[in-house]
């Protein structure tokens, strides 16, 4: 009985970690800015993600390429949240949401799937970084409410 309490807990808590980034990233309006910081961040989370499993450098090197880039969309997304502490808490949700995406695959066959993504990332420097992101944005649809277009 305790065991099943304990992991309805855990569920409980998890879900409610989910929920805020969620609504946060979809509930409140974006400007054109904050769009494409949060489309760069979660392409540079998806980039974590199959950097670590599949041992691979390319998240490391992405980073070192890209670090004013990447501090800049960071800032973004921390005016939008409104703090740093709401940004890491989405961020910590949104990189647990993509290891969950991945979750079930054998590694190999994750990995292979990921060659693109890993290919790319290894061609982006900050020019084509920000119109990577800018055109996640311009595509990311009526999923995000823009500030100003009601």
């Known amino acids: 009985m305790k065991r099943v309490a304990l992991v309805a807990a855990l569920l409980a808590t998890t879900a409610i970690q989910i929920m805020p ?5 979809r509930g409140s309006c974006y ?29 490391a090197e992405f980073r070192l390429r890209n670090k004013d880039a990447i501090i800049h969309y960071q800032r ?3 005016t939008h949240f409104h703090g740093s502490s ?11 949401e993509s290891a969950r995406r991945g ?7 994750f990995c292979r799937q990921s060659i693109a993504l890993l290919n790319q990332a290894k061609a982006l420097d900050a020019k ?8 996640k944005a311009a595509a990311a649809g009526p999923e995000f409410v823009r500030c100003g277009r009601r």
């Open 103 to 109: 979750a079930g695959i054998p590694s190999a066959q």
């Open 76 to 78: 973004a997304l921390i």
């Open 128 to 135: 084509a970084f920000h119109d990577l992101a800018a055109a």
């Open 21 to 25: 980034a969620t609504a946060a990233s």
């Open 31 to 59: 400007t054109a800015a904050a769009l494409e910081a949060e489309e760069a961040i979660r392409y540079m989370t998806d980039l974590m993600i199959v950097s670590s499993t599949c041992k691979d450098t390319v998240y």
């Open 86 to 96: 709401a940004f890491d808490s989405w961020n910590t949700t949104l990189a647990n």
